[in-house]
């Protein structure tokens, strides 16, 4: 049975989904510390803070747990409000899972990096899978101090855990919470309720990104490879996009003409800055066999396509 951790947030309700269709529903255990939502009400469901350990393990002697997708984490731009509090839930939250896996020897454990872990000396362009990383946001050391320990417990205790260095994820199902990206997100919503959108990040802002299909068939992809091609045990880079917000409302005026956006850069235009325009995700090619299914105008066809019914527009 797999436990998805943060099933109601942005990534996590569409891949349990994709998980479901996986392995059938009922082998899917949804978890997260709110209600459950209408987009995982097929699925049973445990509230779970991932903070607290003796629920981690009852849930999964409950269920005969044998993979874990933990997702549940404190965001760039939101972890920046609370910065003691985003990295006691980041930090407790991946030890409290990589010590389960230990201890219940699961099969594997799925979680998710992003860019965040480089900083402003990092190289910009082709950002290579290993190089320097000065994060500079709570989110962004808590995720590269993640990697470490993900490392660590899986050379020292065996322990198979997978992850990703996500870029900005875009989809139309669930709404993103907390991050720097999610002007991406928001626009199609704009454009389509012909409303006027106003973007937190200023024009010429370059930031790598990905479709959320692609997103999901990824991490899919990297838990379903065989252990032995899975030679990178911190995390990943992967790339699909990078795009400037200028750019992406380009792709959308093709659909919606009418879209005028302007620029009101706000406190996240700083985190933004200290992220890389592109990322080398060739590692991940070469390991796995990734390759990103959309280009920007493939995934603005599809959202502008599906967004107005999907909400009942
Ligand atoms: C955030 N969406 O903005 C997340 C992601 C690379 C960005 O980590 O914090």
């Known amino acids: ?48 803070d991932v903070m607290n350990r003796e629920l981690i393990d009852t849930i999964i002697k409950k269920h005969g747990i044998t993979q874990i997708y933990h997702l549940a984490a404190i965001l760039s731009a939101k972890g920046e409000e609370n910065p003691q509090w985003a990295w006691n839930l980041n930090m407790t939250g991946l030890l409290n899972i990589l010590e389960a896996a230990k201890d219940h020897k699961l099969n594997k454990i799925y979680w998710p990096s992003s860019i965040a872990v480089f900083g402003p000396t990092t190289p910009r362009v082709d950002t290579p899978q290993h190089t320097v990383m000065d994060p500079n946001t709570v989110y962004g050391i808590s995720k590269l101090a993640g990697e470490r320990w993900c490392e660590y417990y899986h050379n020292k205790y065996g322990v198979d855990v997978r992850s990703l260095r996500y870029p900005g994820l875009i989809g139309y199902k669930s709404l993103p919470g907390g ?11 704009k454009a389509i309720a012909g409303e006027d959108f106003t973007c937190f990040l200023s024009e010429e802002t370059v930031l790598p990104m990905m479709y959320m299909p692609d997103a999901i068939k990824a991490t899919i992809d990297l838990m379903e490879a065989p252990a032995e091609k899975v030679k990178v045990r911190s995390s990943y880079n992967v790339a699909a996009l990078s795009f400037t917000p200028v750019e992406l409302a380009n792709s959308i005026k093709r659909r919606y003409p ?20 592109s990322i080398d995700d060739s590692e991940a090619r070469k390991d796995w066999g990734w390759q990103e299914s959309y280009d920007i105008d493939q995934m603005s066809d599809d959202i502008l396509e599906n967004l107005p019914k999907y909400f009942g527009k």
């Open 258 to 277: 009418d879209l005028k956006m302007d620029f009101a850069p706000d406190f996240r235009q700083k985190i933004a800055d200290s992220w890389p325009d």
């Open 1 to 48: 049975k797999v436990l998805v951790i943060g099933a109601c947030g942005q990534l996590g309700s569409e891949l349990t989904h994709e998980l479901g269709k996986l392995f059938g529903n009922e082998q899917v255990i949804a978890s997260d510390i709110s209600q459950p939502n209408k987009a995982i009400e097929a699925f049973t469901f445990e509230r779970l």
């Open 179 to 189: 991050g720097t990206t999610d002007y991406a997100v928001d626009i199609y919503h």
